[in-house]
């Protein structure tokens, strides 16, 4: 192993390639001619398209497993299973009801993946202008979390509203079962309370995940090439996105864990009209389910996040690579000294 190896996080040691990368047929965006510098509006730009891909497209990939536990969740007894949940909703209301909430899904998380990659990215360079390089370095894990925390406030605000309209076409298929329908009746009934009133629990639930995701993939990222024995920039771009995938789906785990009793709340909270306030209703919630339901889904959930999480992080460093950007975290080579 080289033993000069120093573990200095991307934001402060990344460089672009000094030539474009080799052309490529585009997919969303073509990749662009000049080499993008870091930190510019081009730099956001791309990330924020990487983030729409990689998040809008994932959760688009699995909404019928996100329509399970959802059902599973807002009406626990029902289904006995995972299996028997997608049993019943073909039998009782054909195959095509697996995909119900598609247009919300693939909206509302292309949205907030473009302003999670992209504000993350943006913030994770405030912070660390703030601490100054050294204490940057030293305190990293801590820039990471604060400017995941900090990017996804702004994020859920772009998708809570189709949040609300997702989970109520999969939960209530009498109130509507498309968005162009259900949202204007969402509201007309009750307003932009009925929209957004979701947006705490879902914060509750989507700003630990994503401190959890950004912090871990980041150090683990750290740790994958700390026990390799070549330089991370040794690697080719297919080597380097093995990585990212392994480092992505372990940070799913944890953050399965660690958000799941607020995604159980978020999914009751949108599946009814409430009344008497949004905290009054989440405390209902809690009371009603009681600790051991408010895991239901659990196992689902952990196998759905972990897979959307390592192709998330797959997809937003396959996009950077293709328009010239480095991949994601990892130690590399310390500047050399002037």
């Known amino acids: 192993m080289n033993q000069n190896r120093t573990l200095l996080p991307s934001f402060l040691t990344a460089k672009v390639a000094s030539t474009a990368a080799p052309a490529q047929p585009a997919v969303v ?3 662009p001619q000049e080499p993008i510098k870091l930190y510019s509006a081009d730099f956001y730009k791309y990330c924020g398209i990487g983030g729409a891909m990689s998040c ?4 688009f990939a699995i909404v019928p497993l996100d329509l399970v ?3 599973l969740q807002v009406n626990p007894g029902v289904y006995k299973g995972m299996f028997d949940g997608f049993r019943q909703i073909v039998a009782k209301e054909g195959a095509a009801a697996l995909m119900s909430g598609w247009a919300p899904t693939l909206i509302g998380y292309s949205l907030q993946g473009a302003n999670k990659f992209g504000f993350y990215e943006f913030f994770k360079k405030f912070y660390a202008d703030l601490l100054g390089e050294e204490a940057a370095v030293q305190n990293r894990t801590l820039v990471y979390l604060a400017g995941s925390a900090t990017a996804e406030v702004i994020a859920d605000a772009f998708l809570c509203p189709f949040e609300a309209v997702k989970v109520r076409i999969q939960t ?9 329908t259900v949202l204007p009746r969402l509201y007309a009934q009750e307003g932009a309370q009925g929209l957004f009133k979701g947006l705490v629990p879902l914060w509750l639930r989507q700003i630990p995940y994503t401190m959890v995701k950004f912090a871990c993939f980041e150090r683990t990222v750290e740790l994958i090439y700390s026990l390799l024995p070549k330089e991370k920039h040794e690697y080719g771009k297919g080597a380097q996105l093995s990585v990212t995938f392994a480092s992505g789906y372990i940070a799913g785990v944890f953050c399965a864990i660690v958000s799941h009793p607020a995604d159980t709340v978020v999914s009751k909270l949108n599946q009814t009209k409430t009344d008497g306030g949004t905290g009054a209703a989440i405390a209902k919630i809690l009371s009603d389910l009681g600790f051991a339901k408010i895991w239901t889904g659990l196992g689902i959930r952990v196998l759905m996040i972990g897979t959307l999480t390592g192709l998330q992080w797959f997809i937003y460093d396959s996009f950077k690579a293709f328009v010239g950007l480095p991949t994601s975290g990892g130690p590399q080579k310390k500047p050399a000294q002037k």
Do not use: E, M, Y
Not at 56 to 59: A, C, F, M, S, Y
Not at 172 to 180: D, K, S, V
């Open 29 to 31: 965006a073509a990749a």
């Open 56 to 59: 809008g497209l994932t959760h």
């Open 172 to 180: 209530q298929p009498a109130f509507g079962t498309t968005l162009r």
């Open 69 to 71: 536990k959802c059902r």
